[in-house]
């Protein structure tokens, strides 16, 4: 957890790799997540919430490359999230990943050449 204000920049700066209405969805979540993180200090939530933040980082930058290819739409962006952690999440959350969801499949049946991107799904812990 070594700057979260750096992390938090990151995400952002990655995102504007991403197809214009997958990026506001994802700039939105991230804003809403480390805005209510923004006062805790229990390092128990903390940990965790950096260390899922900072595998998203690392996953987008690797999915959005130097060849720009998901800019341009031609490539699948996020990951399928094991059905366990799923099975975990609280109703909240549960709701909130339901609705990136529904926001991916929105983009993906505008896609102008028609092939399916699936929104990265930011992780949401508390």
Known sequence: MNNPVNLYRRILRTHRMLPREIRFVGDQYVKSEFRSHRNITDKKYLIPFFTQWTEYLALLQQQTGDEGATHAGTSRIGKHMD???IDRLDDD????????HRASQNHDT?????????GAVPPKRK
């Open 83 to 85: 059905p366990e952690l």
């Open 110 to 118: 505008q896609s102008n050449d028609g092939a399916a991107e699936q």
């Open 93 to 100: 959350k549960a709701e909130q990943l339901l609705e990136l």
